[in-house]
């Protein structure tokens, strides 16, 4: 997938903003929505996608959204922070399969990091559903509350 391609709407990131696939949603407007990440990379992984964008990457994505991005980044960020105690947050963005990207409708990753845990392999263990719908409880509450 080079950085050029055309959009394609059957990503599983468009099937979950058209309601046609699940996911662990953690905070939704009407621009944005935040969920977790189903192989995480680290206990409270997140993602953050614009929905109202059809953008594959940086490049294509109009400001406005990102602008809309970044504040749902830092919304979750806080959340996490104030639910999961981590010691540091990493915020990552991929462009194009050579750089990471697996799925081609633009995100953010919000990944929590633990002193002394490295991250897990990028996309590759699939998470317990049991103790994902548990974080999603605990960290829409905290959203729900303004964290
Ligand atoms: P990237 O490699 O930057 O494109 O990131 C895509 C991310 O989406 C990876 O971290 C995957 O684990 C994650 N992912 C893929 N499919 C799903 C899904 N259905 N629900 C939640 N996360 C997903």
């Given at each position: 997938?080079s950085?050029?391609?055309?959009?394609?709407?059957q990503?599983?990131?468009?099937?979950?903003?058209r309601?046609?696939?699940p996911?662990?949603?953690?905070y939704?407007?009407?621009?944005?929505?935040?969920?977790?990440?189903?192989?995480?990379?680290?206990?409270?992984h997140?993602?953050?996608?614009p929905?109202?964008s059809?953008?594959r990457?940086?490049?294509d994505?109009?400001?406005?959204a990102?602008?809309?991005?970044?504040?749902?980044?830092?919304?979750?960020?806080r959340a996490?922070?104030?639910?999961?105690?981590p010691?540091?947050?990493?915020?990552?963005?991929?462009?194009?399969?050579?750089a990471g990207?697996?799925?081609?409708?633009?995100?953010?990753?919000v990944?929590?990091r633990?002193a002394?845990?490295?991250?897990?392999?990028h996309?590759?263990?699939?998470?317990?559903?049991?103790e994902?719908?548990?974080?999603q409880?605990?960290?829409v509450?905290?959203?729900?509350?303004g964290?």
């Amino acid at each position: 997938m080079s950085l050029t391609d055309a959009y394609d709407p059957q990503n599983i990131f468009a099937k979950i903003i058209r309601g046609e696939a699940p996911c662990y949603t953690l905070y939704e407007d009407d621009d944005t929505l935040a969920f977790l990440d189903l192989f995480p990379q680290s206990y409270g992984h997140a993602l953050v996608i614009p929905k109202r964008s059809a953008a594959r990457n940086m490049l294509d994505v109009d400001t406005e959204a990102l602008c809309k991005m970044m504040v749902t980044v830092q919304r979750v960020m806080r959340a996490l922070v104030e639910e999961l105690k981590p010691d540091g947050v990493q915020v990552a963005q991929f462009n194009g399969a050579p750089a990471g990207q697996t799925v081609f409708h633009i995100h953010f990753h919000v990944i929590p990091r633990f002193a002394g845990e490295g991250l897990g392999i990028h996309a590759a263990g699939k998470a317990d559903p049991a103790e994902l719908e548990a974080l999603q409880a605990r960290l829409v509450k905290r959203l729900q509350q303004g964290g």
